[in-house]
């Protein structure tokens, strides 16, 4: 199940983030990002024992849509719920009335990479040394969902 994120599942968040990032958050950013009125921290949650299994925090800008974090725990991993979180994240957009979902990725995320073009995203750019511990590249992707209408 996936729902929204509350103050008591910011310390299961944080396990995750700190397995899967080298650069990882803290409590205090997440705990700013429930605060945000453009921010959406959901968690997927294991339907047994309530455990999380994963997260996604984006933020909605007007008519798009910005991907910040998707994380799955270790022990979960490789049961398709990064593609579920992917799903939910991309049904909300087109529920939203989203022209397009942006993101960045670290240039060697290649598991990262191939979910989101499984997804159909595409890229658009690279932002050198953009990542830090260690440097790397931010690779840019976008899904667009219907083009801008010129004036």
């Known amino acids: 199940m996936i729902r ?3 103050a ?11 397995e899967q990032f080298s650069n990882p958050w803290h409590l205090e950013y997440f705990a700013a990002e429930l605060a945000n009125s453009f921010s959406n921290l959901f968690v997927a949650e294991n339907s047994g024992n309530g455990s999380l299994i994963g997260y996604l925090l ?5 008519v798009e849509l910005e991907l910040h974090k998707i994380a799955v725990a270790k022990a979960w991993q490789g049961k398709g719920h990064a593609s579920h979180l992917m799903e939910f994240f991309i049904q909300t957009a087109r529920s939203w009335g989203s022209e397009r979902v942006l993101l960045e990725v670290r ?9 989101y073009e499984k997804f159909v995203f595409r890229s658009v750019g690279r ?22 209408v010129a004036d």
């Open 58 to 62: 984006f933020w909605r800008l007007g």
């Open 107 to 115: 240039a060697g995320n290649t598991p990262a990479i191939r979910l």
């Open 127 to 148: 932002r050198r040394d953009y990542y830090d511990r260690p440097v790397e590249d931010a690779l840019l992707y976008e899904l667009v969902f219907r083009e801008p």
């Open 8 to 18: 008591a599942d910011l310390p299961a968040i944080q396990q995750i983030e700190c």
């Open 4 to 6: 929204k994120a509350a």
